[in-house]
């Protein structure tokens, strides 16, 4: 049995229709290259006529300024001859008339016009030549005294009985070299009207046919003569049209005397017959050339259209017999290469869109979500098997619900919007549709609605709602307790510290100091318990600030060794405080957060450490974008920390051991907040420790640093109670605590004021209304029958007053001071209160509104 393949036709390529045509009128433009020559040779010529052009202005320029260059070295020469200034010098003019006479004998091309000598600004002496030329000799002073200073040339024009004429001048001074003694001013003088020596020479050098020397369209020299056919006129009109005249080229040259412009003209003309000739048979093959490759185009046009159509008219035959009968036949054949893939490619392309109608069907159908389609007049055209068991039910009115309440969302997008999102409540359902149109050719043909059964979504959000809800009344009722804790506990605490520093001051007997001491510190302990807490709130409710400010770090090291020296005295350990930077340095961050941590730390260091010591070092260093960045490194030799809980000592009401809490005390936040405080400062921690070897906390803050211009005071002002101020001051103490005006009182007497106890706000309102001269009012928070920010708003707004209100409140939440200060307030101390704080509270107050 034998096999035969069946031999495929050759089909021609597209391309290699395009690439023959394309040959053969490249074939033919080839032709048409061949007379192109003309118009490459124009080119060419054009070119050269400017060149020659650019060539011959500059060469007439060049041979003007020679010109001039040379009768101004010949002037400058014989200006300094002895013969000049023995003749100038004795008034012997005839003898000036002979030696000139011999200068122009011995170089004849580089006579001047005219000469003449001024001395003294009057007329000494003249050749009488520029009578030649119709001037008068009065005008010779007159153009002298017209020149500038300098010695370059001047053009000039002076009038004359033979019309104006127009001169180019120079004068050189006549100096006797052995005295250097200035014997007057020799001028020179060049008549360029009707100068025919000078143009004809420039003639000569520019090698062309005429010359022309003009003022604007006035010719004042020239060497045409009438034999040549056009006059200077002529000239001058053609050239305004056209450089390039059909007989001559004209070339115009606008000379320049001492490189600055000036109005006179030059205009040079070379016979321009062949080059016309040239032109017309140029422009004569261009046209030819124009009409014949018109002529071919339209042919070959002809042609490839009747080529093209034919087979495009059978690729448009199938595409309207596949969408008409929804039916894919096998495309035509074509013996060009491209048009039989084309018809593959529209087969194959007819296949996937039939194929993905398919599949779109299936998608309607079997979808899960109803889908509906409407027509622009809010018909329904189709509906899916889901729509239809939703609401094609005859028990319940739901699709005429449906179709009521989405009218409206359907008429917009019958405009062309696509909506998204719209919830639907349908019976005991809640549905979310989206809408959008189907556009063809730019109308909305069709609206597709697809929905969404989202009742328990609804349901969710609504039990989300109210768990949120619930969060933040829960977070307002903690912030409330943690308000009035603070206020219960530090009114107490208020008592407690304000009488142990009373005692303190006042007792003598080292045994009850000592007892004294154990109160005030346990009452300091008990606060700094109370702050951790209440900081750790605000860190958890986000209420924590940070205020960046500039401060010096050396103040900061002397705070620490200050404040943690006697401690350390105490146990009998080191503390070592090294800083590796100047004493100058300021930082640009929050001074009060920093200070927090860093006492926490070398708090924590002297309380865990025996024996050894606890270093504190302070360096800077760079990151890798070039910022400053502090690094404080806290290093004690205490107990240390087991390397499996050093991540848990940064948690809240977290320490290492549980045995720690009963040994060492502590409310174990303090690590926790130093953790958060970093982390509002954009700084890090890292700690490193080893049990019974001791722990290494090591700080990176990025803050800007600077060193101070001047050396500034730091430390705390400490000013002395009874020589502050100079008279008693009336003091106004809002308080319902017994205890806390017990203290308040106390305090202030020690300033010698004079102070006026009320219980309430109410009663401070109406004591002010009677004593409205008050030096001072110190007004507490929580009042029975009105508060005290209600009572200080009243005093701003109500009585008009601006008597210095200073807070105190107990509960030390940040939204407490705002709203004091809001109300008017214009400084809060925070209870319990302390000597210290009072008397910097006082000492602002002599700062900013005490009046001696």
Request: aromatic share 8%; glycine share 4%; hydrophobic share 40%.
């Amino acid at each position: 049995m034998k096999f035969s393949l069946k031999r495929m036709p050759k089909r021609n390529r597209l391309a290699a229709l395009i690439t023959r045509s394309v040959f053969i009128i490249n074939g033919l433009l080839i032709l048409v290259v061949l007379f192109q020559n003309y118009q490459v040779s124009r080119q060419i010529i054009s070119q050269e006529v400017a060149r020659s052009n650019q060539q011959t202005s500059s060469l007439v320029q060049s041979f003007f300024d020679f010109r001039l260059t040379a009768l101004q070295v010949q002037q400058d020469a014989y200006s300094r001859s002895d013969s000049l200034l023995i003749a100038l010098r004795a008034r012997h003019y005839d003898t000036l008339d002979a030696f000139f006479a011999s200068i122009d004998q011995t170089v004849p091309e580089l006579v001047p016009d005219f000469r003449f000598v001024i001395q003294d600004g009057k007329l000494a002496w003249d050749d009488a030549n520029h009578e030649f030329y119709g001037i008068d000799t009065k005008q010779l002073p007159l153009m002298a005294k017209a020149m500038s200073v300098s010695s370059n040339w001047h053009l000039s024009q002076v009038p004359s009985t033979l019309g104006t004429r127009y001169l180019m001048l120079r004068k050189t001074p006549i100096i006797d070299v052995n005295t250097g003694e200035v014997m007057g001013l020799l001028y020179i003088g060049i008549v360029l009207n009707n100068n025919y020596g000078l143009v004809s020479t420039l003639r000569d050098s520019a090698k062309a046919d005429n010359v022309i020397m003009s003022v604007g369209s006035e010719v004042i020299a020239s060497t045409i003569t009438n034999r040549a056919g056009y006059s200077g006129i002529d000239v001058l009109s053609h050239y305004s049209q056209s450089p390039e005249h059909r007989n001559f080229v004209v070339s115009k040259t606008d000379l320049l005397i001492n490189t600055t412009p000036t109005y006179l003209s030059i205009y040079t003309i070379t016979n321009n017959t062949q080059i016309s000739a040239l032109a017309s048979s140029h422009y004569f093959w261009v046209a030819v050339v124009l009409i014949a490759i018109f002529i071919f185009a339209a042919l070959t046009r002809l042609w490839l259209n009747k080529r093209v159509s034919d087979e495009l008219d059978r690729l448009m035959t199938f595409t309207q017999d596949a969408v008409d009968n929804k039916i894919v036949a096998p495309s035509p054949e074509s013996d060009v290469e491209e048009f039989h893939q084309f018809g593959q490619t529209l087969e194959l392309a007819f296949k996937r869109l039939y194929e993905q109608e398919r599949r779109f069907e299936d998608l309607f159908k079997f979808s899960l979500s109803p889908i509906i389609l409407w027509d622009s007049g809010g018909q329904v055209v189709k509906m899916n098997p889901a729509a239809h068991s939703y609401f094609d039910s005859e028990d319940d009115d739901t699709f005429e619900q449906l179709v009521s309440k989405l009218m409206p969302q359907i008429k917009m997008c019958n405009t062309g919007a696509t909506l998204t999102g719209i919830n639907l409540p349908l019976g005991n359902k809640v549905f979310r549709w989206n809408l959008s149109p189907i556009l063809i050719q730019g109308k909305t043909h069709t609206i597709i609605t697809q929905g969404q059964d989202i009742t328990s979504l609804i349901e969710a959000e609504k039990q989300s709602e109210a768990a949120r809800q619930e969060a933040e009344e829960s977070a307002r009722v903690r912030a409330d307790f943690l308000a009035k804790m603070s206020h219960e506990l530090r009114t107490p605490l208020n008592g407690i510290l304000g009488v142990s520093q009373l005692l303190k001051s006042s007792v003598r007997d080292s045994d009850q100091l000592e007892q004294v001491n154990v109160l005030c510190n346990s009452g300091e302990h008990l606060l700094a318990v109370l702050n951790d807490i209440l900081d750790f709130s605000k860190i958890e409710q986000g209420k924590f600030h940070i205020q960046k400010s500039e401060f010096r770090l050396v103040e900061l090291l002397t705070s620490v060794e200050k404040i943690f020296s006697p401690l350390c005295l105490e146990k009998h350990i080191d503390l070592k405080v090294s800083n590796d930077l100047s004493e100058d340095v300021l930082l640009f961050t929050d001074q009060v957060r920093l200070n927090q941590v860093l006492f926490n730390l070398v708090s924590n260091a002297v309380k865990f450490t025996h024996e050894g010591q606890v270093h504190v070092n302070v360096s800077a260093s760079k990151s890798t974008q070039g910022e400053s960045l502090l690094n404080i490194v806290v290093e004690d030799t205490g107990i240390g920390v087991e390397e499996s809980q050093l991540q848990s000592i940064f948690d809240p009401f977290v320490q290492a051991e549980s045995t720690t809490t009963r040994e060492y005390g502590g409310s174990g936040l303090g690590l926790a907040i130093v953790k958060s405080l970093m982390e509002l400062l954009d700084g890090e921690i890292r700690v490193s420790s080893q049990l019974g070897l001791g722990s290494r906390f090591e700080l990176v803050l990025p803050t800007p640093m600077r060193i101070a211009s001047s050396v500034e005071e730091s430390g705390e002002q400490v000013s002395d109670q009874e020589l502050l101020f100079d008279r008693q001051l009336k003091v106004l103490l809002v308080e319902d605590n017994h205890t806390n005006a017990f203290i308040a009182q106390a305090f202030c007497k020690k300033y010698k004021m004079e102070v006026i106890w009320v219980k309430d706000g109410l009663a401070a309102i109406e004591y002010l209304k009677q004593n409205p001269h008050i030096d001072l009012v110190l007004m507490d928070n929580q009042l029975p029958n009105l508060g005290g920010i209600e009572a200080t708003k009243m005093i701003r707004d109500d009585l008009n007053l601006d008597i210095p209100i200073y807070a105190c409140t107990a509960d030390g939440m940040m939204d407490t001071k705002r709203a004091f200060l809001t109300a008017g307030a214009n400084y809060v101390i925070v209870k319990p209160i302390k000597e210290k704080a009072l008397n910097q509270a006082f000492v602002h107050y002599k700062n900013m509104f005490y009046h001696g």
